[in-house]
Structures are given as C-alpha cells and as structure tokens.
C-alpha cells in the first residue's frame, strides 16, 4: 500500500526513444527533431494550447531542452475548459492563472506511456497553499487518466526535448477532493463524505480554494480498508448504518483547517490541532509519534492507533497524508 502513494519520480527516469512512425495516428505528428513547442505548433488540433503558451511565454521554456513530458490538450479540450469556468476566451483568464494551468500538465523528465503505474507525481504548477509543486494522479486501469478528468488519446509523441501524450481535458488546478475522487483507493472516504447532507458539506469545505479561510486543509485520508475495519469493529455492515452526527464528527476528526502540514514539518510527539478538536475543547488533539517504520503513528482520543502510509499528496488548496485506521473522537 506505502508503495502505491509513493511520488513516483522512478517514472521519469524512462528515456526510451520510439520512432515518428508509430508514435501517433495523426500525420502532422510526426516531426523528427522538432521541440515540444515546434510539434505542437505543426499540429492543428493543438492550436490553442500553442496560443497558451505564447500569452504565458511558456513557449520559451518548453523550447527549451528539457527534457519534459507533456500532457497536451486539445482544442476541442480547451473549449470545454472555457465554457466550465465561463469565459469566452484565453485573454479573459489572469495570465497567472493560465500560466500555473499549463504547468499543471509539465512534468520534469521523459516519461513514456509504457512507464507509467497507477500512483503519483509532480507537476510543475505550484500550489497555493504551499508554495510547492502540486500532485498529479495517474491511473493506468483503463488506459491512462490524469486527476479522473483528462485522459491520453495519442501518446508517444516523441520530441528532440521530451514526449507528449495529446489528452482530451484540460486538467485544472487540484483540490483536496479532486485527488479523493480521482484515487479509487479513497472510494470509502467519498462515501463517507457524501453519505449525508451534513450541516457543513464536506465536499464544498475541501473545495474552497486556497487563499479563502478556512483553507487550507490537511486532510488524513483513511484508505478503504481502514473503513471496512472500522465497520467490523462498529459491528455494522455499511457507512449507512453510522448515525450522520457520528460519521460527520469522525471525518471532521481528520480534518485540519488553516493549515497545510507537509511532512517535513513532522516531529516526534507534535500535537495536531483537528477541526472537530478546535470545536471541541474536550475531544484529544491527534499525537503524532514516529515507531520503526512508516512515515509517523497518530494516536486518537481512545489511544488507538493509526499509521501514516503515504504522505504530500499536494493540491492546490491543501494536502492529503494517507492512514491506515480511522481515527475515533
């Protein structure tokens, strides 16, 4: 489990060149020699990603030798991506803005299809709550997905400085949610999430974007079998069963707001201030230990424990840590 949350920098290590002819089906593809900027801009379909870049001047740095994996949108991608955040057109997007989106499908490194397992890595976009390179999830399943909304229609696409994989969505900026629906592996956690309609929505609290309070969050992300072993230990046989006062307590018990706690900033015996805590003065902090092995132990309320299996899982609102038990107020 502690390797399939692990970052995967070993992903972009692959070097592996393929020939222009079965890189892609598409004839304006095949470009021996041209930069990631050159192909694109001899590719129709990739038009507007091409005008992107040249507004952010990230034309000049994917021009550059690299070598990057790029996850390039279509037009027909951009399109949608305009109409989901209503806009008409580019220019009506902060350049900012634009600019952090494009580098949100940059990763440092060549990075074949053939490379890739389902798990982690780093973008080039920076998160707003840390300051950090965000997150990307990759899900090989059923072709390849990226975040659970863009997936490679032609990938391969090899150039003098990296490879492209041409996608059909846009892959905005990530919150904490995006990465809890996208990672099938957090299926039980969106359940709970979404089992009622609690007096706080938990998924329109994890959405708020960074920069407006209470983000941002840090979120310990019990796995999905850390909520069947809390249903055996409950004796019930479905969230449904849990009482929506419980449930929501328990996941505002995993919850912390106004902060964006990197691992790196763990220490042994660190007290974390939960949101369910901070309302409730009677209920114990989260103490955070380090044993032998694993990246750090919580211990809830009832002195049970929970062990951190993965860590910095970064969106732009605030960070995941992955946990094998749900902890209990």
Do not use: W
């Not at 901070?278 to 132990?297: K, R, Y």
């Not at 211990?299 to 609102?317: F, G, K, M």
């Amino acid at each position: 489990m502690k390797n399939y949350f692990r970052i995967l920098p070993i992903l972009f290590l692959s070097l592996f060149i393929i020939s222009c002819d079965n890189s892609s089906d598409d004839d304006d593809l095949c470009c021996a020699g041209s930069s990631i900027v050159d192909l694109a801009s001899q590719t129709e379909s990739l038009s507007t990603l091409v005008s992107a870049l040249q507004i952010t001047g990230l034309d000049e740095t994917l021009s550059s030798p690299g070598a990057f994996t790029v996850l390039a949108p279509t037009n027909d991608a951009f399109d949608a991506f305009l109409t989901s955040i209503n806009v008409a057109s580019l220019d009506d997007i902060p350049v900012d803005v634009l600019s952090n989106v494009l580098l949100n499908h940059v990763i440092i490194g060549e990075a074949q299809s053939g490379s890739l397992t389902n798990g982690y890595a780093s973008t080039l976009a920076v998160s707003g709550a840390s300051g950090t390179n965000m997150s990307l999830y990759i899900n090989t399943d059923d072709g390849v997905t990226f975040n659970g909304v863009s997936s490679v229609t032609t990938a391969d696409v090899v150039a003098s400085n990296g490879v492209v994989h041409i996608v059909d969505g846009v892959i905005g900026l990530p919150s904490v949610v995006t990465f809890a629906l996208a990672d099938p592996n957090f299926g039980s956690l969106v359940q709970a999430l979404t089992a009622y309609d609690y007096p706080q929505s938990f998924v329109g609290l994890l959405s708020i974007p960074a920069g407006s309070a209470p983000a941002p969050f840090t979120v310990f992300a019990p796995v999905n079998s850390a909520f069947d072993n809390l249903l055996d230990e409950l004796a019930v046989n479905s969230i449904y069963e849990i009482d929506e006062q419980t449930l929501g307590a328990v996941l505002s018990y995993h919850v912390m707001v106004s902060a964006n706690q990197m691992s790196n900033t763990f220490s042994d015996g660190m007290v974390l201030t939960t949101s369910l805590a901070q309302a409730n003065p009677s209920i114990a902090n989260l103490t955070l230990n380090f044993g032998d092995t694993g990246e750090g132990i919580l211990t809830d309320n009832n002195q049970r424990t929970s062990n951190i299996i993965a860590v910095d899982v970064q969106a732009d609102n605030g960070i995941i840590h992955a946990i094998d038990t749900v902890v209990l107020p």
